[in-house]
């Protein structure tokens, strides 16, 4: 019988999460991206698709990510050429976001480097595990 912190599912969470974070961090880097700046870029990206230009505040929210550093990151990807920030026309404190054609190239080539790292880590139907973790991050 294990114990100790071998017996922790906790245990195992977090050393699975550093070793995703780790490789992804590794392969991202052919795309000129770090794991931060991909997060923030396909959150861009997905509420755009879906919703429209979001507001930093709306990406940072959809990323589960700080504001400020959020902003910083807005910021450096921005000076890349991958995404614009206009002033929102409904709040003058606000910026909307939109994907360059530079950034929505890096954004899926940044998804498809991640999708091939969860096929190999999680395999071919990841359903249940994904439950499971968006279960315990929802509470």
Do not use: C
């Not at 490789?23 to 870029?41: A, N, S």
């Not at 709040?91 to 909307?96: G, H, V």
């Not at 994907?99 to 990841?126: C, Q, V, Y």
């Amino acid at each position: 019988m294990t114990e100790g912190p071998l017996a922790s599912p906790g245990f195992w969470l977090h050393h699975a999460a550093l070793r995703w974070r780790a490789e992804l961090d590794r392969r991202l880097r052919e795309v000129g991206l770090t794991p931060t700046q991909f997060l923030l870029l396909a959150s861009t990206g997905w509420v755009e698709h879906t919703q429209g230009a979001p507001t930093q505040q709306q990406v940072a929210q959809t990323a589960g990510a700080d504001r400020m550093m959020t902003s910083k990151v807005v910021k450096n990807l921005e000076d890349a050429g991958l995404l614009r920030r206009t002033p929102d026309p409904s709040d003058a404190r606000a910026y909307r976001l939109q994907l360059t054609p530079a950034g929505r190239r890096t954004a899926r080539k940044a998804i498809a480097i991640a999708a091939e790292l969860d096929k190999e880590l999680f395999g071919d139907n990841p359903a249940s595990l994904r439950d499971m973790l968006q279960a315990i991050a929802e509470g």
